[in-house]
């Protein structure tokens, strides 16, 4: 006789796209492992083509533990991983963490619990920045600063409350399977269209503040600056596809960009009153980087505005240079086939 499931504590399927994760993957993982949550717990690694040793920690991972499964990402790409992890998990509860993303204890255990309170069907929280040198503290600080990203609760923090999106996410996997999973055609941006469509189809996407995920940034300037080129990009394309999509807070980088880059221009070649644009915008995120460096050492402090200037300027770039071909791309291209858990 099939014993019956737990009502109160579900059965939950915790996803994990990877790609050259050595440094974070095996904590990330031991994490999850260690929650204190009463019900059955499998994790499942989508293995993109890694170049360091992500690949033998996680074979390493799935022998100490049989709840740890992968499966074959040889695309790399991050919503083609996620999919590939939905389809091959089982639980009717789907927790989507990075490979550089650590859970706090009571994590899922919450998350569930909020699901079922709230009736949501994509619940998540604060993804809580960490550094471990420092330019990823000054990045960290950037990033959970209202100057560095604007009002989004999942960075800067808030009261629970409804949400256009949330940093990872737990779902219902009814959720996933009626949407056909991520879009694979979003390179990026990926969690921000699936929550616009789960918010279209009238589901709840619930934010609060009892969920923190750590997060570790990007290593360099060169990291970060790729990496919130792409956002812009891609959030970009989001709305083009979306139309409605889009608010004040997203085009607050390009706009900074064009007037810089104006202001720039007229000081050069008009009069030198045009560099008070640009001579503004430094003077603000050196204002901004004071309280957002609060307790911190001297040398991240310093590093701060820097920080702040890579991720305005480069997010703002990715938004104003983002091809119409990708928008075109996205609309000709068909949703994902409909994601059955796998047979037990």
Not at 233 to 241: G, I, P, Q, S
Not at 270 to 296: D, R
Not at 302 to 313: C, K, N, S, V
Request: with cysteine; charged share 20%; net charge positive.
């Amino acid at each position: 006789m099939n014993a019956k499931p737990d009502v109160r504590h579900p059965a939950v399927s915790v996803i994990m796209p990877v790609l050259d994760e050595e440094r974070h993957l095996r904590g990330a993982v031991q994490a999850i492992l260690a929650q204190e949550y009463a019900g059955e717990l499998e994790v499942v690694i989508a293995l993109g083509p890694s170049k360091d040793r992500t690949d033998e920690i996680a074979a390493r991972l799935v022998a100490e533990d049989a709840r740890v499964h992968t499966v074959p990402n040889p695309t790399g790409r991050t919503p083609a991983a996620l999919n590939a992890a939905i389809k091959a998990s089982r639980h009717p509860i789907v927790v989507r963490v990075d490979g550089h993303g650590m859970l706090s204890p009571n994590y899922i255990a919450t998350a569930v619990r909020l699901l079922e309170e709230t009736g949501a069907q994509n619940v998540g929280g604060i993804m809580h920045a960490e550094g471990e040198n420092a330019w990823e503290q000054a990045v960290a600080a950037a990033m959970t600063s209202k100057i560095g990203v604007g009002n989004a609760a999942f960075h800067t923090g808030g009261a629970a409350a409804p949400a256009e999106t949330v940093y990872l996410g737990v779902f219902r996997r009814e959720a996933l399977e009626q949407q056909g999973g991520y879009n694979e055609e979003f390179i990026r941006a990926q969690d921000w269209e699936l929550n616009f469509r789960i918010r279209e189809a009238g589901g709840l996407i619930w934010f609060s503040p009892d969920l923190k995920v750590s997060y570790r940034p990007r290593p360099s300037v060169q990291a970060l600056a790729k990496q919130y080129k792409d956002y812009g990009r891609w959030r970009h394309v989001v709305a083009r596809y979306h139309e409605g999509s889009i608010n004040l807070r997203y085009l607050a980088p390009p706009t900074a960009v064009c007037a810089i880059a104006a202001g720039i221009l007229v000081g050069a070649l008009v009069t030198p009153f045009g560099f008070v644009v640009p001579g503004g915008y430094l003077a603000a995120i050196a204002a901004g980087s004071l309280p957002a460096g609060k307790g911190l050492p001297l040398k991240a402090r310093l590093q701060i505005p820097l920080a702040l200037a890579t991720m305005h300027m480069s997010w703002g770039y990715g938004f104003l240079t983002s091809p119409k071909s990708l928008a075109k791309r996205v609309i000709a291209s068909r949703r994902p086939a409909v994601l059955s858990p796998a047979a037990d």
